[in-house]
Structures are given as structure tokens and as C-alpha cells.
């Protein structure tokens, strides 16, 4: 009876053990696909960004992995935020660029033109002095173009219900069990002992 005891004890034990160790490396393999996952999502965003595709569909789909996934962190730059969508930047700032010097041009057109009109005969300094004045009332305004706008970082949460949170949570919990377990077969010895 007692033998047939001590065989259970250790059967469970080992048992605990290898549930541990396989919930372990199970949790690390999750927490390694996540990451590689977040890498591939993270690469798809910079392929959009340089090709002039779809980044807002890239980034959403990078949030929610991120957000809903453990070992999901962006890796920074330096203290700038993770993703700079440089590309997508430059072709606002160009874009911008050329309606500020298509609204200048037209502007120059009709200044010309309502100067010629106002002072036709008049001196050239009459009409630059006119056109001058015109551009004064009238000012096309650049749009400052803020590259804050063109960066986003995401914050991963400690812990999150996905495989790798499961695997973890499994593998703390067996953890704690094998730990009481053989705390309490350290207790029992030494009262064995003490005893005798």
C-alpha cells in the first residue's frame, strides 16, 4: 500500500514535471511566432509606405496583433517612435509643395493680369509696385506639415489571452504546484524525521 503510494506521488510528480517543461517551451515558441508575426506585419506597413499602397489598412492590421499579442514590442530607433512612414511623408511634403507653387503661379497670372488692367499704361514701377501689393493681400500659405503626424508606436500588454499568455499562465501555475508539492515533501520528511 505504501509502495503503491509512493509509485502515484512520483507518477504525478513526473507527470507535473513534464506538463511544466512541454507548457514552457510551448509558451516560448508562441512568444517567438508572435514575434515574427509582429516582424512580417511590421515589414507590410513598410512596404506600403515606400510603394504608396494601403498603409492604413498595414497599420491597423500591426495594431491589433500588437495590442493582442504578448512579445509584440516595436523595436524604437533611438527615441524616435517605431514607425516612421518616410515615404508617405516626402509625397505629402511634395505634394504640397507643388500646390503651393501652382497657387503661386496663378497668383502671379493674376496679378499681372489686374495690374495690366489698373495701370496698363502706367510706368513699371506703378505695375511692380501693384503686383507687389496684390501678393500682399493675397498670400498663398504653406502648410507646415507635421511628421508627428506620419509616426505611430504601440504598446503591447504584459499579458493577453493569446496562445503564448495561456502557455505562460499554465506554466506558472504548474510551477507553483510542483513548488508546493515538493515544499510539502521537504515538510513531511523532516517531521518523519524528527520523529524517529
Not at 495590442?67 to 514590442?73: D, E, G, L, P, W
Not at 507643388?98 to 496698363?120: D, F, I, P, Q
Not at 501693384?130 to 504584459?158: G, M, Q, R, S
Not at 504548474?174 to 515544499?183: A, D, E, G, K, M
Request: glycine letters at 4%.
Amino acid at each position: 500500500m505504501q509502495k503503491s503510494r509512493r509509485v502515484i506521488g512520483w507518477t504525478v510528480t513526473v507527470s507535473l514535471i513534464l506538463l511544466f517543461l512541454g507548457s514552457g517551451v510551448y509558451g516560448v515558441y508562441s512568444l517567438r511566432q508572435n514575434n515574427l508575426t509582429m516582424l512580417k506585419l511590421r515589414e507590410a506597413v513598410f512596404t506600403a509606405d515606400r510603394d504608396d499602397g494601403d498603409t492604413a489598412t498595414a497599420l491597423s492590421k500591426l495594431q491589433l496583433f500588437v495590442v493582442s499579442h504578448m512579445n509584440t514590442t516595436l523595436p524604437k530607433l533611438g527615441d524616435q517612435k517605431a514607425i516612421q512612414l518616410k515615404y508617405t511623408y516626402e509625397r505629402r511634403v511634395a505634394t504640397e509643395e507643388a500646390r503651393v507653387s501652382a497657387a503661386r503661379a496663378a497668383l502671379s497670372n493674376e496679378a499681372t493680369s489686374y495690374c495690366n488692367s489698373l495701370h496698363g499704361g502706367a510706368s513699371f514701377a506703378v505695375r511692380s509696385q501693384c503686383i507687389e501689393d496684390f501678393y500682399t493681400t493675397h498670400k498663398v500659405n504653406t502648410l507646415e506639415i507635421p511628421k508627428e503626424l506620419y509616426a505611430y508606436d504601440f504598446v503591447t500588454p504584459l499579458w493577453v489571452p493569446d496562445s503564448a499568455g495561456f502557455s505562460l499562465l499554465a506554466t506558472t501555475a504548474l510551477f507553483l504546484v510542483l513548488l508546493f508539492r515538493f515544499t510539502s515533501w521537504l515538510l513531511v520528511r523532516r517531521s518523519l524525521r524528527s520523529t524517529v
